[in-house]
Nanobody, 119 residues
Framework: QVQLVESGGGLVQPGGSLRLSCVAS????????MGWYRQAPGKQRELVAV???????NYADFVKGRFTISRDHINHTVYLQMNSLKPEDTAVYYC?????????????WGQGTQVTVSS
């Protein structure tokens, strides 16, 4: 069982920065693929960024060059550094995790953290 707890959301002006954190409980952090998703009002949840157990990263086109995902194996934490924020980045951001070798795949989700980009 994996529990995910996010933090770091808030209100920021356009062009500003925020760093989201997600702490994963349990002893299998090194086997987890970790990701960040977001969901804006009236829209579907969408993938923002993902990092594998081997720290290979992938980003949605709309955040490339602005957001960076990273992970800390010692503290069982994944981060999302968000720079040059835009109003359209406003959403609830969710941490996600799954074990790549587990079948069927079981996804774990955090409770979400609100990010609001507004002047």
């Amino acid at each position: 069982q994996v529990q995910l707890v996010e933090s770091g959301g808030g209100l920021v002006q356009p062009g500003g920065s925020l760093r989201l954190s997600c702490v994963a409980s349990g002893s299998i952090f090194s086997r987890l693929v970790m990701g960040w998703y977001r969901q804006a009002p009236g829209k579907q949840r969408e993938l923002v960024a993902v990092i594998t157990d081997g720290s290979i990263t992938n980003y949605a086109d709309f955040v490339k060059g602005r957001f960076t995902i990273s992970r800390d194996h010692i503290n069982h934490t994944v981060y999302l550094q968000m720079n040059s924020l835009k109003p359209e980045d406003t959403a609830v951001y969710y941490c996600n995790a799954f074990v790549i070798t587990e079948r069927p795949r079981r996804d774990y989700w955090g409770q979400g953290t609100q990010v609001t980009v507004s002047s």
